[in-house]
Nanobody
Framework: QVRLVESGGGLVQSGGSLRLSCATS????????IGWFRQAPGKEREGVSC????????YYPESMKGRFRIYRDNAKNIVHLEINGLKPEDTGNYYC??????????????????????????WGKGTLVTVSS
């Protein structure tokens, strides 16, 4: 059974830092990329970053470069998202999700991890981050 469980959210003051964790189980981690997404109140879910399970390469949308860092603890099957310089607009639910990297497919593996709200294969339930001003 595939499971993704987020943790590490909480209330933090503006300017602070947080490290979110996504514990994964039930699939071959080398074959899946992990993405972090967030959803602010009243807004659509958006991608923050992803990391390839195949070669640990990372991807950040332009708007997310600078304050976010994604990395993997392979021994523990955990993917972390570090957020620095938190702002009130970072408030929201943060989700991790897994997407197959095409390992074993004749045209795979994909060179870039997937960070698409509509096409991820598995999702966690989220962890809430609240940033006070």
């Amino acid at each position: 059974q595939v499971r993704l469980v987020e943790s590490g959210g909480g209330l933090v003051q503006s300017g602070g830092s947080l490290r979110l964790s996504c514990a994964t189980s039930g699939f071959i981690s080398d074959h899946y990329g992990i993405g972090w997404f967030r959803q602010a109140p009243g807004k659509e879910r958006e991608g923050v970053s992803c990391i390839s399970g195949y070669d640990d390469s990372t991807y950040y949308p332009e708007s997310m470069k600078g304050r976010f860092r994604i990395y993997r603890d392979n021994a523990k099957n955990i993917v972390h998202l570090e957020i620095n310089g938190l702002k009130p607009e970072d408030t929201g639910n943060y989700y991790c999700a897994a997407a197959w990297m095409g390992v074993g497919y004749d045209r795979g593996p994909w060179k870039v991890c997937r960070l698409n709200v509509d096409t991820m294969d598995y999702w966690g339930k989220g962890t809430l981050v609240t940033v006070s001003s």
